[in-house]
């Protein structure tokens, strides 16, 4: 059945979506999350390194220290750049991260302590927010008739053949792929008359971690991506470089410039960057193996049914077969419980779904 139906008609149709965007997402997310309940008063000192999700690790930490006075907390923040290489060293408790660790971060953790670090998700990266962790929606020019694609297609648009593909940091047979799985024209899709011997031509992000996600989930954890892929770097972000002073190598440039002129193109990008380009329609997109396609809107980011909704992450050192440490442990489960998750929406994420939420919360025990 397809989920989409009236929902994408809409964006199809119409540019801004904002106010679909507003309207279709629950007018309490976190009702239903349990409140938190301490299962004992604990007390010390907690190190966090990495990544600040835009302040909400501070204001979880200041809520918490009113229900455990006893907790003290040392904070550096820099980047989720940082948080893996503080949880190896053993410099941090906790290593808050807005994505999943690259191969050389599981492997470095591996090698150094012979099991895997342990995570919790504690938030939903943001629809069109900007700078909050953004997950990849697919764009073609209004003019395209396509409204929806399976991730497995997407494989076939932006990916290439490959020998593999990554899980944590073991090549596995399981992602490999023949060239016979290339798409690399609109026919191949479905699509006719003018269209059907036209190329696609692939645009999307340069290496970021938003990159690294889109890799994660559509190209099975690698980097062979079609030949033609054009890369771009998000506009206004630390990676334009200096002499680039018209961002001709940003995003928003591509999209309006490109994209927005290229009927037979397609991109992956996030919501922040295409706000105003009335040319681009979103594409629904349905998990791999699946034909449940789900347009993006906050509603569907929020419940996590959007096949490439991001998440953030809480890494921490917890030795297999032994209990995480009760300071950690009540820090997290303050986080999962509804106080702390409508820090999350108030910070510009979104909060877990109530299911999603008790995932995370079990896997503490």
């Not at 809520?63 to 503080?86: E, Q």
């Not at 329609?281 to 034909?291: D, F, H, L, Q």
């Amino acid at each position: 059945m397809l989920r989409f139906s009236i929902a994408a008609l809409c964006l199809s149709l119409a540019w801004p979506f904002a106010a679909s965007a507003e309207t279709d997402a629950p007018a309490d997310p976190v009702a239903q999350l349990p409140t938190y309940v301490a299962q004992q008063q604990v007390s010390g000192s907690i190190r966090s390194y990495g990544f600040g999700l835009g302040g909400v690790l501070e204001r979880w930490q200041a809520a918490f220290k009113k229900l455990h006075p006893g907790v003290t907390f040392d904070n550096t923040l820099p980047t989720s750049d940082a948080a893996f290489p503080a949880l190896v060293t053993n410099v941090t408790d906790l290593a808050p991260n807005g994505g999943e660790p690259a191969i050389t971060e599981w492997l470095s953790f591996y090698e150094t302590h012979g099991y895997h670090a342990s995570s919790v998700v504690v938030a939903t990266g943001a629809f069109d927010v900007k700078s909050r962790s953004n997950g990849p929606v697919i764009f073609v020019h209004k003019d395209n008739p396509i409204e929806r694609l399976t991730i497995d297609q997407l494989d076939g648009i932006f990916g290439a053949q490959r020998t593999g593909g990554m899980e944590g940091f073991v090549w596995t047979p399981r992602g490999a792929r023949g060239p016979e799985k290339n798409i690399r024209t609109w026919g191949q899709l479905g699509l006719t008359g003018e269209w059907a011997d036209k190329p696609i031509q692939t645009y999307g992000h340069a290496s970021s971690g938003t990159t690294r996600f889109f890799q994660l989930h559509v190209l099975e954890n690698t980097d062979k991506w079609n030949p033609n892929y054009r890369g771009y770097v998000e506009t206004g972000s630390k990676m334009i470089a200096a002499e680039d002073t018209g961002q001709t190598l940003g995003i928003q440039h591509m999209l309006r410039n490109e994209l927005a002129k290229d009927r037979f193109g397609i991109a992956w990008t996030i919501m922040s960057q295409v706000e105003g380009i009335s040319e681009l329609k979103p594409v629904a997109i349905a998990p791999r193996g699946s034909t449940n396609y789900v347009a993006p809107s906050r509603a569907t980011f929020q419940d996590r049914s959007y096949p490439l909704a991001r998440k953030i992450y809480i890494y921490f050192d917890r030795p297999p077969g032994k209990a995480l440490e009760p300071k950690l442990k009540e820090f997290l489960r303050f986080v999962l419980s509804r106080e702390g998750q409508r820090l999350v929406g108030e910070g510009g994420y979104l909060p877990l779904p109530a299911q999603f939420a008790g995932e995370q919360r079990a896997s503490l025990d």
